[in-house]
Each structure stands twice: as structure tokens, then as C-alpha cells.
């Protein structure tokens, strides 16, 4: 299968918002997916960008992603978070993935970030085994937390 990785546009949306879609499926999650096409047009081509996503566009449309942000670390300085790599689960194993990350490592690295980071869910051993093949470091001693917009209202609430 040819494809091209480049940098998404906004009429992508639609397409990135389907893989969105399919990658909360996978990972059992579909019912907490609240953003909307709107949303990433807004935010990813809006007049404060948000992010900065890469597709695989190929004769059948896009066919995977990697979406990231800024963040800065206290610790490194500037650096990067790779939100989401999804690669439809028809070209799961093709070196798809790899061409995704490659071009998230360029970019990185062109930006003179000092890391780039993400979070994998600890049953899926497969991209497990894919990022630690690339070099990647899997910290298996630190717990992702999180206040999802429910919990903030209730803590702002009980101040």
C-alpha cells in the first residue's frame, strides 16, 4: 500500500476524527470521546493552534496519525507529548506506524525538544514491544492521574 506522511489539514478533520473514533474502540474507552470535528479544526487550525497532528494519506484516505503538543518540562525545558499514534487496524504491522513515529522524531528534534513523550495502556504489549524497539524507555513505575472536567468543577466546588 502507498501512502504519504504529511502534515494534516483541516479538511482531514472528518477522517482524524473517525481514527479518534476506532482507537477508543480498541482500547474500550468509545463512550469518552466528546471531541468533535468542530473542536479540531478549531483547535488544530484555529487562530491558537493546540496541536500538531501528521497523517497517512493514502488512495483509500488517511489511514493513521500522530497528533502532539508543547508542553515544558521542569526538569528538561521544551518538549514534546505525542497525544495519539493510530494506525487503522487494517495496516497494523505494515510499518506504518514506524513511518508515523519517524516523522514525530524529525519533527521533535527540528523543534530541538530535549524529549518526547507519551502514555501507552499497560495491556497493549504490542505497541509495548514496537516502542521499546524503537528505543523508547516504558516507565512502568509511574501511574498517569488525571481530573476530568466533572472532578474539576467538583474541586473548584469544595475550595
Same mark, same amino acid.
Given at each position: 500500500m502507498d501512502y504519504t506522511i504529511r502534515t494534516a489539514k483541516k479538511s482531514d478533520m472528518p477522517q482524524v476524527l473517525k481514527l479518534i473514533q476506532e482507537l477508543a474502540v480498541f482500547e474500550k474507552e468509545e463512550q469518552e470521546v466528546e471531541v468533535t470535528v468542530a473542536d479540531l479544526e478549531n483547535d488544530g487550525f484555529g487562530a491558537e493552534k493546540k496541536f500538531h497532528c501528521f497523517v497517512a494519506d493514502s488512495e483509500v484516505g488517511i489511514i493513521g496519525l500522530a497528533l502532539l503538543y508543547p508542553r515544558y518540562s521542569t526538569w528538561k525545558g521544551p518538549v514534546i507529548h505525542l497525544e495519539d499514534l493510530i494506525v487503522n487496524a487494517s495496516y497494523r504491522g505494515s510499518g506504518l506506524g514506524t513511518a508515523l513515529l519517524d516523522e514525530v522524531v524529525k519533527y521533535g528534534h527540528s523543534l530541538g525538544v530535549k524529549r518526547i513523550s507519551w502514555e501507552v495502556l *499497560? #495491556?497493549? =504489549? &504490542?505497541?509495548?514491544?514496537?516502542? =521499546?524497539?524503537?528505543? &523508547?524507555? $516504558?516507565?512502568? *513505575? #509511574? *501511574? $498517569?492521574?488525571?481530573?476530568?472536567? &466533572? &472532578?474539576m468543577k467538583n474541586y473548584l466546588e469544595n475550595l
Open positions: *499497560d #495491556w497493549n =504489549e &504490542a505497541a509495548i514491544k514496537f516502542y =521499546e524497539s524503537k528505543g &523508547a524507555r $516504558v516507565m512502568r *513505575d #509511574w *501511574d $498517569v492521574v488525571q481530573l476530568n472536567e &466533572a &472532578a
